[in-house]
């Protein structure tokens, strides 16, 4: 299994968007990391959704239900690609991008090293921690 962090913009797109649709395509990247980063996601992996630009931190838990076809936004630009997610679960609190950049076993999280990337790999034990900040009371 593989973990991964997404970002969206909570007005455009928020967690509450995404658990009142219940399963969303994942689409719009056109940026070729990004892209290649949702070729790479399987069904089962696990996804960190994030709230980028107001208040941002990561919101919920999310899961990789179909994996990479084309972009149905794209129709005329095969080189772009989608998946398919559904929301697992919310975060008991967010874990803001302060209490990441703070946190020292975050110090080289993605988020931080690649901070525009709107898709990214995260390493298990990031996830895990990030995770476990959000959960605690």
Request: zero cysteines; aromatic letters at 8%; a neutral charge.
């Amino acid at each position: 299994m593989n973990y991964w962090l997404v970002k969206s913009e909570p007005d455009k797109y928020g967690w509450s968007h995404f658990t009142a649709q219940g399963r969303a395509v994942w689409d719009g990247v056109r940026n070729y990391q990004a892209r290649n980063n949702l070729v790479a996601m399987q069904v089962g992996d696990q996804v960190l959704f994030y709230h980028s630009v107001t208040n941002p931190g990561v919101v919920g838990l999310a899961t990789v239900v179909r994996e990479a076809y084309p972009d149905p936004t794209a129709p005329d630009d095969p080189r772009w690609r989608v998946v398919e997610l559904e929301p697992v679960m919310p975060l008991t609190r967010p874990v803001s991008l302060a209490q990441i950049k703070a946190e020292p076993m975050l110090g080289n999280i993605a988020l931080i090293k690649q901070s525009r990337l709107s898709v990214m790999p995260i390493r298990p034990d990031e996830f895990e921690l990030i995770v476990k900040l959000g959960m605690s009371v």
